[in-house]
T-cell receptor, first 113, second 121 residues
Framework: RKEVEQDPGPFNVPEGATVAFNCTYSNSASQSFFWYRQDCRKEPKLLMSVYSSGNEDGRFTAQLNRASQYISLLIRDSKLSDSATYLC??????????????FGTGTLLAVQP | DTAVSQTPKYLVTQMGNDKSIKCEQN?????MYWYKQDSKKFLKIMFSYNNKELIINETVPNRFSPKSPDKAHLNLHINSLELGDSAVYFC????????????????????FGPGTRLTVL
């Protein structure tokens, strides 16, 4: 079983739809949580951090539930440009020297015109 | 003004060969990483270096040898290439979490290079 689990999709949605991605992680020592976005044949880029209180960035809302080790991402009013793979990522600190990011396998989103 | 750069972008080679991938960052970061993304798109950390010192080695075969000549560079040399080494290799960099005001700062964003697509025939 992978440490970070995501539904691989693909999620095919029409423009304007609301889509939700879910993710679970198994290591309770995980300290911080993120969603990364990866376009086809490109590098991953940080989309947003995820906090227990929930946080929003424009059309994107992320939520963390530490008790159930569950992370979510909601995208409202989907645009064609949102089409990408969304990677759920957890981080473990290595005592100040480095971070260790653990990536989920990613969920592919295809927004249709 | 590229932040994290890698060369080459594409690498096609025969089994058994030795090859190197270079990575450079101009962000002034002190921590650099190598990741491997396999054919199933699963991205996994291989190595992490902080100030030229190896911190993370994720049970990577010893055919893979990272070298960090200075904080801005982390190169990856691969000996005796195998078919299973075919993947996209991403370099990344960040500031180390470090401490601020006596507390550990848990995360600084990692910036990824554009990737090197390695194909072993």
């Amino acid at each position: 079983r992978k440490e970070v689990e995501q539904d691989p999709g693909p999620f095919n949605v029409p423009e304007g739809a609301t889509v939700a991605f879910n993710c679970t992680y198994s290591n309770s020592a995980s300290q911080s949580f993120f969603w990364y976005r990866q376009d086809c044949r490109k590098e991953p880029k940080l989309l947003m951090s995820v906090y227990s209180s929930g946080n929003e960035d424009g059309r994107f809302t992320a939520q963390l539930n530490r008790a159930s080790q569950y992370i979510s991402l909601l995208i409202r009013d989907s645009k064609l440009s949102d089409s990408a793979t969304y990677l759920c990522v957890v981080n473990r600190d290595y005592g100040g020297a480095t971070n260790k990011l653990i990536f989920g396998t990613g969920t592919l989103l295809a927004v249709q015109p | 003004d590229t932040a994290v750069s890698q060369t080459p972008k594409y690498l096609v080679t025969q089994m058994g060969n030795d090859k190197s991938i270079k990575c450079e960052q101009n962000l002034g970061h002190d921590t650099m990483y190598w990741y491997k993304q396999d054919s199933k798109k699963f991205l996994k950390i291989m190595f992490s270096y902080n100030n030229k010192e190896l911190i993370i080695n994720e049970t990577v075969p010893n055919r893979f040898s990272p070298k960090s000549p200075d904080k801005a560079h982390l190169n990856l040399h691969i000996n005796s290439l195998e078919l299973g080494d075919s993947a996209v290799y991403f370099c990344a960099s960040s500031q180390a979490p470090g401490t601020s005001g006596g507390r550990t700062s848990s995360y600084n964003e990692q910036f990824f290079g554009p990737g090197t697509r390695l194909t072993v025939l």
